[in-house]
């Protein structure tokens, strides 16, 4: 059932090669469920290959999307490959500190915890995507 008073929210999960597929498909049913508007939006292209080798078509590539003053929430969907990819990418950070500013969240699954590339410090680590128990 959607909460109507989360249809105020966005939520964008960046996506690059070797993202984490059983976390994003859990992510985006949850907040879509849940009333959010959710953007997957490609790091260099619409169509990312997993982890797992599971190709998606995200909405858009990063160089063609803009946060909107709704956008609260930023996710990394793990795994090492991804997040030292997102890192690498000037407009990132950008996305992040615009979020944050908006009292926003960035959630980065745990599979990624283990990455050398610090994506932020005000980071929530999350090992699945929507309520729990």
């Known amino acids: 059932m959607q909460n109507e008073k989360n249809k105020n929210y966005a939520a964008v999960i960046l996506l690059a090669k070797g993202y984490d597929e059983g976390f994003v ?6 907040l879509r469920e849940a009333g959010i508007r959710t953007h997957l939006v490609g790091l260099e292209s619409q ?3 997993s982890w797992h080798g599971v190709e998606i078509q995200a909405d858009t590539v990063l160089r063609n999307w803009q946060p909107t003053d ?14 030292n990819a997102l890192a690498r990418e000037p407009k990132v950070p950008e ?9 926003g969240w960035v959630a980065v699954a745990s599979s990624a915890e ?3 590339s610090s994506v932020s410090n005000s980071v929530l680590i999350v090992s699945t995507c929507g309520p729990s128990g």
């Open 25 to 30: 498909n859990q992510c985006v049913g949850n």
């Open 47 to 49: 169509y990312i290959r």
């Open 114 to 116: 283990s990455s050398p």
């Open 95 to 103: 996305l992040i500190r615009r979020v944050l500013t908006q009292d």
């Open 70 to 83: 709704k956008t609260r929430l930023v996710v990394v969907p793990g795994r090492p490959e991804c997040v």
